[in-house]
């Protein structure tokens, strides 16, 4: 009866009747095409003024940017709020508050897209939702169980959050099972998608379905998408908190608050980094997986119909990764002495934009004439070897190796170790960085000379596991050496410039971005198959849309994101109470500083 207590705290009946409300209607949608029993002969119906694929493109995309919000905000919430209990320090607890109430505030903007999308399938493809309901049907029903434990779940961990203070150890298991929820929730409905990509338990002669529903989710591509919209959940999640705390700094009037929000961005910027560093091998993995379930596909989206996204693709993540070096190197100037690793900043940042330079390079792109005879063919016979996968995924270790030597550079600012054999950790850190980067390079070189199948399944892993080696060795090593380090320099935090804050707003728009150019790719590698190999699509629209197109209406969804992040955000500010830090935050928080 205590925590029906803590389900209506005062002052939120009305606001928990409402929500309640929605998701009644939103499990409804859910189950409605479950239980239909007779969609009738249509098979498509248009959507008024923008079509049916912009209407469903439009509602999915801001659905999944959205719910990718409020399911990777929680996970690492619970993180923070740990550390809180184990350090007993409070500014641990009230950004864990503060990064929940973010996740409040996007919650039922989740749920009513949701409600939308289902509507507007059901609307614009009634055949295909009755195939897939018939697939999917009883997954549909657990989705709906989970998604109602979730929600309550939710309500607890953030209404409850005040009257639990003395029973942390409750508190905390609420919220790592709002994560098994989301988790569970998200597993099912990627399951739903990548059937339409690679389904399975399907009869070769006849195309029907003859299969169980759990061998329609365990399809050839669920479980690598699983792991890459998980990683990917956590880097956005972090980049949108890090933006709001950018804004927080840039609007803030006291230095308590520009303290508060400059540590919430480092945090907020320090999630979205750990993100970011394993999301290639993630994307490699999937990408590897499309292939190895049909080449044509996998062709189609590195070499042929996706090349030129593909390279805005790159740009991008350029853009992420030489944003969140400058944001590293630029929190050095709050730190005494930040100055100490000066002399490699250039060196690292030339190291970047170069592996960018050679990433974002084409290998097959489709030409005109004209262009074909201005470089001597469809291949340059210089630069075209960096189009080349094999160069590609070696600077890509590179990119990640550099951006992972940042910050260690960042984290030991400030700090003297202790430990008698500080130099030989030293050099065993260094010798294992250049052993790293001569293994690579050589690895990188023999992919030039042998056959494809062997350096997607062979060499390629063997590079991703020396960095992922390289990392976890050195933080090991790096972790035991500072443990008791001598803090001889602290943190001036809110000592940030302005266009730190800018960089911090600009790397969540290149996430949502990003992201809303990948789901483009994903959907249009199907061409036109509502399932691949299966269903054909022969509506008006079945047709993949030029990459100008699919830009222009990605810009739209992004316009419609933010402006909705921001009322919601503005709204939750309305009703909040002004707090003051009882201790301006002077030590680093996450780095490792506080050991």
Known sequence: MRLIGYLLPDGHNKRLYLFLGLFIVYSLLILAPTFAQDVGETEYRAFPKIGSRNAVWIAAQLHLLFGSFILGVPMFAVIIEFIGVKTKDKRYDRMAQEFIKLCMAAFSTTALLGGVLVFVLMWCYPKVMNRMTGIFGPSMIIYVFLFFGETFTLYLYSYAWDKMQNRKGWHLF????????????????????????SPSGIDEETGRFIGTTWQAMNNFTWMPINIHRLIGNIAFGGSIVAAYSAFRFLVAKSEEDRAHYDWMGYTGNFIALCGLIPLPFAGYWLGREIYLFNNTMGINMMGSLFSWLFIIQAVMIGVLFIGANYYLWSGMSRIEGGGKFARYRPIMIGVIVVCVA???????????????????????PLIGYFGLMTAKNTVVQFIILTTFLSFLFYRRLGKTPTVSWAKVGNTAIAIIFGLAVVSIVFIGLIGFRVATDFRVNTLTPIQVFIALGVMLSVAIIDLIMYRKAMVSGTIGWGKMTDRSQYVLILLAITFTSLMGLMGYARSGLREAWHIFGVMPDTSPDAFTPRLGDAVNVIAIIIVIFFALVGFIFWVGLLGEKKKTVDVVPEVQAISGNED
């Open 358 to 380: 050679i990433w974002m390079t084409p290998r097959t792109l489709i030409l005109s004439p004209k262009e074909v005879a201005a470089i001597g063919g469809r291949n340059h």
């Open 174 to 197: 609420l919220g790592v099972l709002l994560n098994v929820f989301g988790t569970a929730i998200m597993f099912i409905s990627n399951a739903w998608l990548t059937y339409q990509t």
